[in-house]
């Protein structure tokens, strides 16, 4: 009797033991154990940067769903957790659903990510880039160039100190292409002068001053466009810290000056103190020469008299622009007026051109290139916005806007592929005269 009581309990012993073994794949199933076969998500992060020239601010979705809205221009997100996987996004214009441009990604799991919208509406892009992820030892600072500056080219960059000449130095970062971002280099952290060049060119296209350097900061140097034919801007985003995303302006604009007073002889103009152009005759335009940005005085002189303006304003010039400054009216009541330039390069190589009416007594003009009205009751001391025609010849008329008269006629007008013009009337209504200047 006791050995048939010892074999029930050892068969009930095992029956209880089997069950429990049965059973733990349940319980296991309810708790977060992490074991060989089992290991947590790690997930992708990006953030947004929008520098798409022309785009005043920009949706952009993921998967149906509007992940940063109304995201402006020269401006940047902080980081969202995406799944590791193929993922798609679409840029849309800000409130809207017409799509600017769309990219697909395969993103990996604890990686961070940079997203730009650069280039052109007309033309525009996506950029992926994967951050560096290793901050640089204590006394350094990391940065690294991304070029999404259209129409420009290769570009080199340096980093100087204060006063340093480009002269006899390498770039630190050497033809970098439009849509592409170099490898990270580790500098010492301090105050360092960053300038940008042309390829193999030691011309300064951007030079951001004196500017300090944080200890262990990394930073995504991005060049783009924000006006002008030759010059370019920088945001620096940062990496690592708070991710803050800022403009670094250039200390650099451009200006020219447009002769168009009919009773004045050859002109000066001068910004600040210093001679910018020299010897300006009528119906002719200077060249466009740099200028510090910010708030200066523009002053035009007699080239025979120095010293004695005819006509001066003042004029705050952003960086990274081109601006052109037009002396027009009559002796004694002459006037300089700004014009703000818009010199992106057409992303259909067609020929980019607006029209301006700087005659000081003409009634408002409608301009017709060929059979087609571009542009539409210009006031005098006004321009149109910029119109993309194909290239070829043509004769241009300017009429007045009210009794449709041809007040200007121009024959054989040669637009070029992928310049951008401004063609001015300028004089006196009774004797309307054409001038047509390069911009780009």
């Not at 070029?416 to 013009?421: E, F, H, L, N, V």
Request: charge should be negative.
């Amino acid at each position: 009797m006791t050995t048939f009581c010892l074999m029930d309990e050892l068969m009930s012993r095992r029956f209880r033991l089997l069950a429990a073994v049965l059973a733990m794949p349940l319980a296991l199933s309810s708790c977060e154990i992490d074991t060989i076969n089992s290991f947590p998500t790690t997930y992708a992060k990006i953030r947004f940067v929008n520098v798409l020239a022309e785009a005043a601010a920009v949706d952009v979705i993921e998967g149906g769903n509007l992940v940063w809205p109304n995201v402006a221009y020269q401006a940047g997100t902080g980081s969202r957790e995406f799944q590791p996987s193929d993922t798609n996004f679409v840029v849309n214009v800000a409130g809207g659903t017409t799509q600017l441009t769309s990219g697909g990604y395969t993103l990996f799991g604890d990686q961070p990510y940079t997203l730009i919208a650069y280039g052109l509406v007309a033309a525009p892009a996506l950029l992926m880039i994967p951050d560096d992820t290793v901050e640089p030892s204590s006394g350094n600072f990391a940065m690294r160039l991304v070029n999404t500056a259209a129409g420009i080219g290769f570009i080199d960059a340096y980093l100087t100190k204060a006063d340093e000449s480009l002269d006899n130095l390498s770039p630190n970062f050497s033809a970098v292409g439009y849509g592409t971002a170099t490898i990270t280099f580790r500098f010492a952290s301090g105050e360092w002068r960053l300038r940008i060049t042309p390829y193999a060119s030691k011309t300064v296209i951007y030079d951001s001053g004196t500017r300090p350097y944080a200890d262990q900061r990394m930073i995504d140097a991005i060049v783009y466009n924000r006006g002008s034919g030759t010059l370019v801007n920088v945001l620096a985003a940062d990496v690592n810290g708070a991710a803050a995303v800022a403009v670094a302006d250039s200390t650099l604009a451009n200006v020219k000056a447009v002769h168009a007073a009919p009773q004045t002889g050859a002109v000066n103009m001068r910004v600040d103190a210093a001679t910018l152009v020299s010897g300006e005759v009528y119906a002719s335009a200077s060249a466009y020469a740099p200028v510090a940005a910010g708030v200066r005085t523009i002053a035009f002189e007699e080239t025979a008299a120095p010293g004695t303006p005819l006509a001066s304003i003042g004029r705050t010039f952003a960086a990274a622009t081109d601006s052109t400054i037009v002396l027009t009216g009559f002796a004694g009541s002459l006037q300089a007026i700004p014009l703000d330039d818009s010199n992106f390069p057409s992303a259909t190589s067609r020929s980019r051109v607006r029209f301006a009416n700087m005659s000081p007594d003409a009634a408002p003009l409608d301009v017709v290139v060929g059979s087609t009205k571009q542009a539409s009751a210009l006031a005098s001391g006004t321009t149109s916005g910029y119109v993309e025609i194909d290239a070829g010849t043509y004769t241009l008329t300017f009429n007045d806007a009210a009794t449709g008269a041809t007040k200007l006629t121009v024959p054989d007008v040669i637009l070029t592929p992928a310049q951008t013009s401004t063609i001015y009337a300028i004089g006196a209504a009774a004797q309307l005269a054409p001038l047509l200047v390069l911009d780009r």
